[in-house]
């Protein structure tokens, strides 16, 4: 009768010859805590009738790998996105530059001048690395870089505002997404919000009014993930400076996205730019560095030296300071801007400025590619018109014409799913039942594996 007792040891599994190639592969401690786990489940399963002949040592081994894989495989993988967002949040945002992944790698592998001054041989500051190309690229005094914007506006209200009133717009008082609210972080910080305007109509004597009362900070907040559309009056950004400068009240404002160049160039609305922020008076102005940028994730703050001074030196500056890959991606991104090669060699930048006729151009390639061997499946494949958007909450309700490569199968669902077993996984979108595929959010050096991918799936 088979009874647990059967069941090989720990120490007999331990004294085979594929235990000791697990344990040179894995780690003896985490290849014991596999053997165990798995012989625990085996009992498990034993004892509530689950199996009823007790595994083998062979079988044992073979499950104690495949969990030791499992339990050793990375979680954070490189993804084909042909979802047509460019700036997908989930999917990590902006794909760097050569350049920017270059100088990342370079400060990974050894030391470097972090916080090291060549010259005097002495300790330097970190916080100089991005400043003289951000002083040049928008005439800001000062800068500091920080892990993230909402790091940066967080920041910037508890240095600045702390104890004191903040007057904004209630048509501003928005949530960015994953939590976060301008009038969450306004409390968090330590500031007093004051409300100005109603949510469609806000007038520049509702700031006037609102300054009347003694008043730490103006604060500007951009709408990003949604459009206020119909019966709607907001001042102009300047109109808001001269007020809040006229009672001596600086004026701070959180742009999200942040964008150097103008998105109309691309077809897509006019957002606000970092130049016109900064033209229109504005005292501070933070934004991402991973959204319109198309840099690796960092919160900007740029403007007035004094206020920079002030912001840096609060204790929390410290706790969300930026790191040496972030400062040196961030530089070599924005040193394309200053060589005015940003279209050619930012990314996101050359995805948003493929013409119509590139990405059918692409996607007529994908169908040809994939025309061989239809005769063997029933799938329909062909290329339509479709949108891809720029997401990242960037340019709500936006989006620019393309060309999609579109699968009709059976069941579209189904055909994700397997899309996302791949290796790299394939994030592609449905509409009606299709499968729909935009190049223009697809890596040109991850053609050939999507190419794959999709023929896996397809069965060829
Ligand atoms: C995206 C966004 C943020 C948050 O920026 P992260 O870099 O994602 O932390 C803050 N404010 C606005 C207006 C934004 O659009």
Redesign the pocket.
């Known amino acids: 009768m088979t009874t647990l007792r059967n069941l090989p040891s720990v120490e007999q599994i331990l004294r085979t010859e594929v235990a000791a190639q697990l344990i040179a592969r894995f780690g003896r401690s985490l290849t014991l805590d596999a053997i165990r786990f798995v012989l625990d489940e085996t009992r498990a399963r034993f004892k509530s009738g689950g199996i009823t002949v007790l595994l083998s040592i062979d079988l044992i081994l073979a499950q104690t790998e495949s969990t030791l894989t499992a339990w050793t495989q990375p979680t954070l993988t490189p993804v084909i996105n042909a979802s047509g967002v460019i700036l997908h949040?989930n999917l990590g945002r902006a794909p760097l530059s050569k350049s920017a992944i270059h100088a990342m790698d370079l400060v990974s592998r050894g030391y470097s001048t972090l916080e090291y001054d060549l010259d005097k041989g002495q300790r330097g500051s970190r916080s100089i690395h991005a400043e003289s190309l951000l002083q040049k690229l928008t005439g800001a005094e000062s800068a500091f870089i920080v892990n993230?914007?909402?790091?940066?506006?967080l920041l910037v209200l508890s240095a600045l505002a702390n104890k004191k009133r903040v007057v904004i717009s209630r048509s501003q008082l928005?949530e960015?997404?994953?939590g976060?609210r301008?009038p969450d972080v306004m409390k968090q910080s330590g500031a007093k919000l004051a409300e100005v305007g109603t949510t469609n109509k806000v007038h520049i004597s509702d700031y006037e009014e609102a300054l009347i009362e003694a008043t730490g900070l103006v604060m500007h907040?951009?709408?990003?993930?949604f459009k206020l559309v119909g019966f709607t009056e907001e001042p102009e950004l300047n109109e808001i400076v001269a007020a809040a400068h006229g009672f001596g009240v600086p004026v701070v404002d959180?742009?999200?996205?942040g964008a150097l160049y103008d998105t109309a160039k691309y077809g897509l609305a006019h957002e606000a730019t970092v130049q016109e922020s900064m033209q229109a008076g504005v005292d501070i102005v933070?934004?991402?560095?991973?959204?319109l940028l198309g840099g690796p994730?960092?919160?900007i703050i740029i403007g007035k030296a004094d206020l920079i001074a002030k912001i840096k030196k609060h204790p929390l500056a410290r706790a969300v300071r930026a790191d040496k890959t972030c400062l040196a991606g961030l530089s070599a991104t924005l040193l394309h801007y200053l060589k005015d090669e940003a279209e050619r060699e930012v990314p996101i930048l050359k995805m948003m400025s493929l013409t119509l006729k590139q990405v059918r151009g692409r996607a007529e390639a994908w169908a040809a590619e994939l025309g061989h061997g239809l005769a063997l499946s029933n799938v329909e494949v062909s290329v339509v018109e479709g949108e891809s958007t720029v997401g990242?909450?960037?340019l709500p309700g936006e989006s620019m014409p393309t060309f999609l490569l579109s699968l009709e199968v059976k069941s579209a669902e189904k055909f994700l799913r397997g899309l996302r077993k791949n290796n790299p996984p394939v994030i592609a979108r449905t509409e009606n039942d299709k499968v729909l595929l935009d190049p223009r959010t697809v890596l040109p050096e991850q053609e050939g594996a999507l190419l794959v991918g999709l023929k896996n799936v397809l069965n060829y």
Request: glycine share 20%; with cysteine; aromatic share 6%.
């Open positions: 949040t993230n914007n909402a790091a940066a506006v928005v960015i997404g994953g976060f301008v907040a951009h709408r990003s993930n959180d742009l999200g996205s933070c934004f991402s560095g991973d959204k994730q960092a919160g990242g909450g960037s």
